[in-house]
């Protein structure tokens, strides 16, 4: 059909994450591993993108993740941790012509694991009852009449009567996906009046009245259906005033008529613990909470619904609890949204839960530029929202891979107080790829940080116990971008780094006075750094520290002069430093043993001089402004 491809192309400008092409960057892949690399040209952050394989279903376009991270208090082992990941993704043959399905990234789900949530190994076998090799979850094939036939993408995974960290034997998984079937609509439908009056009447699109369903897996890798109420296996179906098949699902009046219910976010209302008695007793208690995103009839506005249950599998809904605002960063519309309990690390180490804050991270499209940015609201109660506004934008240079749109976050909690956010990105050329950020106030999630300070004494260890010395920041001279120094990040970076000495010398190697520079600093030359923010486990420390160890090029005399062959530059104390720290390496770890300190900062060194001479817009601009800054 001519008018298709003007049809569906229109449809992707009111989509989120509609890429069209196939991906320009491919990760790197041996014969012996299929481990996803987390640092490539011009995506420092990724940590997971389609396969190179042409034949795998997750070789054209990536999705919404869901991340669980487990530990095993039993194992006697530090970090005995476990990252599965669940993701959507498609290949090109749900693209082909004559099906007719929407630019989404749906298709099917799959499954990947890790030991530390950066880099992932693909599950390349999946399930065995799957319609495909390497899928978790795959069309329903055996109910020709069923809403998740066409497509499906995933919405949520939980594991309700466990903790978040910590998964017991014989725990049960619940997946929330939405799908899309065969079923025709008119493409007019989805779009406002402009658009609409530019394609054909009777021009269709399949698999767009997107329904919501429920599985249930013991080991996440294989899932059985849950048959929902709806004749089509659907527990959640878009409100249709004039579809008797919607006529008694339950919910509240004054609903408004919707076209879609898909991605879903459902997340347990907690009991306080001298409430528990009288909320088992209370059979009508909403245990569960489901937000989706839908497109409401009447209007054309994307915005988010939500629905209780008591059980997690028949569904009530209870409304829209977010709208677009007109003129903002959500202005054409709100969707895929994680919702999350505020929390806090104590002195203990344990995570402490507000009683009755919660965050939701939400997608939200700008009606000034078309982009879709990561936006947040607040609530007290799961019912009311507030919204606070811009959390992750996109991409600042238009070469970034994630330039043309951030969205679909999925936050969790790490052992040193930081949440860290799963996203998906898009590039201005359309490929999609799941990316990381990292925060501890559930409000700033941007690397790089910039800092301007002054060099100050340390404690000694580097050079004398380690060998690898160290140009300590003075935390009372400190300029930083994201605020002071006791709202720094902990743990180990990778950045670039300039020290300015008063009398800095001249390519000559000699001072401003003409005597022989020992420290062998120009004050023009950018050094790679791996650096170290806050209390070095392996001694204890009592107070915060900013420990840059500046690297030398190769070539570059003093590269191998330490003692155990790192690079030596030599005292620079009340020198300016100039210091932009770029990517997160690891969290900081007590070590047995100077020995054991000493190899994995060794290998800290070794991971940063990898990243920073990556050919990317973000290095080169940190790299400028280092070099480049005047106070």
Not at 107 to 117: K, P, Q
Not at 451 to 479: F, H, Q
Not at 539 to 549: A, I, M, R
Not at 564 to 593: C, H, N, Q, W
């Amino acid at each position: 059909m001519k008018w298709l491809s003007l049809s569906l192309s229109l449809l992707a400008s009111c989509q989120a994450f509609a890429p069209s092409k196939s991906p320009l960057f491919t990760h790197t892949t041996t014969t012996t591993s299929t481990n996803t690399q987390l640092y490539q040209q011009n995506d420092y952050n990724v940590v997971f993108r389609t396969s190179t394989e042409s034949d795998s279903f997750d070789s054209l376009k990536l999705g919404t993740a869901r991340v669980h991270r487990y530990s095993d208090p039993n194992s006697g082992l530090d970090g005995d941790t476990e990252y599965i990941m669940w993701y959507h993704a498609r290949d090109q043959s749900l693209n082909e012509a004559g099906k007719d399905l929407p630019p989404l990234s749906t298709g099917r789900i799959g499954r990947a694991t890790s030991r530390n949530g950066l880099i992932w190994e693909r599950d390349e076998v999946g399930s065995v009852d799957t319609d495909m090799t390497g899928v978790s979850m795959g069309l329903n094939t055996d109910s020709w009449w069923g809403f998740d036939t066409a497509h499906i993408g995933l919405g949520q995974v939980l594991m309700p009567m466990v903790g978040p960290a910590i998964r017991s034997e014989g725990g049960v998984y619940i997946m929330y996906y939405m799908g899309g079937s065969y079923e025709e609509t008119q493409i007019g439908l989805y779009l406002e009046d402009e658009k609409r009056a530019r394609v054909p009447e009777d021009a269709m699109i399949k698999g767009m009245k997107l329904k919501i369903g429920a599985a249930i897996s013991q080991d996440g890798v294989t899932w059985g259906r849950v048959e929902g109420d709806d004749p089509s296996g659907a527990c959640v179906v878009p409100y249709d005033a004039a579809d008797g098949d919607v006529a008694d699902v339950s919910m509240k009046a004054g609903i408004p008529e919707e076209l879609y219910c898909g991605w879903p976010e459902v997340v347990v209302n907690p009991v306080a613990e001298e409430d528990q008695k009288k909320a088992a007793k209370d059979k009508k208690r909403d245990n569960f909470f489901m937000y989706y995103s839908t497109m409401l009839k009447d209007t054309k506005e994307k915005a988010i619904g939500y629905a209780t249950s008591e059980n997690g599998f028949a569904w009530t809904k209870q409304g829209i609890v977010l709208k677009p605002t007109p003129g903002t960063l959500d202005g054409a519309g709100c969707a895929r949204c994680n919702v999350v309990k505020k929390a806090t690390l104590d002195a203990e180490g344990f995570w402490k839960e507000d009683d009755s804050g919660w965050i939701m991270f939400y997608e939200g499209v700008s009606s000034e530029d078309g982009k879709h940015r990561i936006l947040a609201a607040e609530s007290d109660d799961l019912e009311s929202w507030r919204k606070i506004g811009l959390v992750l934008d996109v991409g600042e240079s238009g070469e970034s891979w994630d330039a043309k749109g951030v969205g679909s976050p999925h936050v969790i909690r790490l052992d040193d107080g930081f949440f860290r956010m799963y996203y998906t990105g898009e590039s201005e050329s359309g490929e999609t790829a799941i990316g990381v950020a990292k925060t501890l106030d559930l409000s700033s999630w941007q690397l790089p940080i910039r800092i301007v300070s002054k060099v100050v004494r340390g404690y000694g260890r580097g050079s004398k116990d380690l060998g690898i010395p160290t140009a300590n920041v003075s935390r009372d001279n400190l300029t930083c971008s994201i605020g002071s120094f006791d709202e720094l990040p902990t743990g180990i970076y990778w950045g670039y780094a300039r020290i300015i000495a008063d009398g800095s010398s001249d390519d000559s190697g000699e001072n401003k006075n003409g005597q022989e520079n020992n420290n062998k600093i120009s004050g023009r030359e950018v050094y790679t750094t791996a650096v170290s923010i806050g209390y070095n486990p392996t001694y204890n420390n009592k107070e915060k520290t900013v420990e840059p160890h500046l690297i030398a090029e190769s070539t570059h005399p003093q590269r191998h002069a330490s003692s155990t062959g790192e690079t030596m530059l030599g005292d620079f104390y009340d020198a300016k430093i100039v210091l932009s720290v770029v990517g997160y390496l690891r969290p900081e770890l007590p070590f047995e043993g100077l020995e054991k300190l000493t190899l994995a900062i060794k290998k800290d060194i070794e991971d940063a001089c990898s990243l920073a001479k990556e050919d990317n817009a973000t290095n080169k601009e940190e790299r400028e402004w280092v070099l480049l800054h005047q106070q």
